[in-house]
């Protein structure tokens, strides 16, 4: 089967000469999949979702919904944004105000093309499908101004659900909610998807929101797709030093390659003495590295049969329903996380670190700042 939506080397420069806002992206997404793409403010996530809608015109690449081609500048192809049979989402509550919930979410099944040929009790079925999935059923009679950030939003997804589009577009529309409903907002939006059978293209820059709601996830930086891969292979084979660290790998060790087998590294520490480390690089012996480590993989009080150093803890601080540790190894600072706020290691002497070889991640040390 075709992709829901195929996108080819797409790039977007606003203004000529300046570095472009999105820079050879490449992606596709199967259809009743959900991508995330994932990045730091100014990355390209917004942008890259425009050209895919049809608001912003891409400079150049190819994108295609459902195998048929709406964006391909050099060959002069624009499909206009109502002709891409696609439903949007975005940060700001887009509902008309001065209609109830009902009217809200029939509008498009009345006023768009794509939706034209709907019978009356066509649309009410449907109107009261899609109030059902998004648990709004009881609100329909409403004015959408008497709702809560929470409901509108859904008000919003019902509204671009209900004609059943191709692919829905969403633009973090979780980010005006308070912190309780945007959880539970973000694991019904995945149920919701999934309940439709919909395609997804999801933007956000909260890492959590990306692993709830992503078949895969597509980690930007600067215009640029680092890495497309399922959550757990984001967060457990992180393709390079930038996606470590901002997939919360917050610990980067310092050293020099001593050898390399495969995937398997071992690289000198210094006077901590060396460790055993997994690598997606060609790393060559004498090369600089960077090896990155999350707080929550690190064994404190643990003396592992590799990996095994001696650490001293400077600081902990409990962080409710965690303890982090600041500890100081051979003169390299670390950060260890506990669950539980039990004060298990102390201040005084040193005592035993182990980091597990599997979760030690090297990467090439190009300089370029990771945060
Ligand atoms: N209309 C525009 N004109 C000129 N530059 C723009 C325009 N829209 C976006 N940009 C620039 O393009 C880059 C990417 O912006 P974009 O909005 O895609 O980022 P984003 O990843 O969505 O960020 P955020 O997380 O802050 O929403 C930024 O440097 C931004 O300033
Ligand atoms: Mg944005």
Redesign the pocket.
């Known amino acids: 089967m075709s992709s829901a939506l195929l996108i080819e080397d797409l790039a977007k420069r ?2 000529a000469g300046a570095k472009p ?2 820079d050879g992206v490449s992606f596709d997404v199967p259809p009743g999949e959900i991508v995330v793409l994932l ?10 979702l425009r050209c895919v809608a049809g608001l912003e015109h891409p400079t150049s690449g190819r994108i295609s919904i459902g195998g048929r081609v709406v964006s391909e500048p050099e060959r002069g192809v624009l499909v206009p944004p109502r002709e891409r049979d696609i439903g949007m989402v975005f940060q700001s509550y887009a509902v008309w105000p001065h209609m109830t919930v009902r009217q809200n979410v029939a509008y498009p099944l009345k006023h768009r093309r794509a939706g034209g040929g709907n019978s009356k009790t066509d649309i009410i079925a449907k109107v009261n499908d899609t109030l059902e999935l998004v648990g709004l059923h009881d609100y329909a009679e409403r004015p959408v101004v008497s709702l809560s950030g929470g409901q509108m939003q859904r008000v919003a997804l019902a509204r671009s659900l209900v004609y059943r589009p191709q692919l829905i577009l969403l633009d ?1 529309p979780l980010s005006n909610l308070d912190a309780k409903l945007r959880v539970r907002l973000r694991d019904e939006l995945r149920r919701i998807l999934k309940q439709t059978g919909m395609t997804g293209l999801y ?1 956000t ?1 909260d890492q959590s929101e990306a692993v709830v709601l992503g078949d895969r996830i597509g980690v ?1 930086r600067d ?1 640029k797709l680092l890495q497309m891969a399922p959550p757990d292979e984001i967060y457990n084979r992180p393709a390079d030093a930038f996606v470590a660290n901002f997939t919360g790998a917050s610990n980067v060790l310092r050293g020099r390659v001593l050898g390399r087998t495969g995937d398997k590294a071992t690289i000198d520490l210094g006077a901590v003495g060396k460790i055993d480390a997994w690598t997606p690089q060609n790393l060559a012996a004498g090369e600089n590295v960077r090896v990155a480590l999350r707080a929550e993989n690190a064994r404190l009080g643990e003396s592992g049969a590799t990996n095994a150093f001696t650490c001293k803890v400077i600081e902990r601080r409990y962080q409710g329903m965690q303890t982090v540790y600041d500890v100081d190894m051979g003169g390299q600072r670390l950060e260890v996380l506990e669950l539980g706020t039990a004060a298990r290691h102390t201040s005084d002497g040193e005592i035993a670190l182990t980091l597990p070889a599997d979760a030690c991640w090297a990467y090439r040390d190009d300089g370029v700042a990771v945060e």
């Open positions: 606003f203004t806002a999105v990045g730091p403010s100014g990355c390209g996530k917004t942008t890259t973090e933007v820059h930007m215009g």
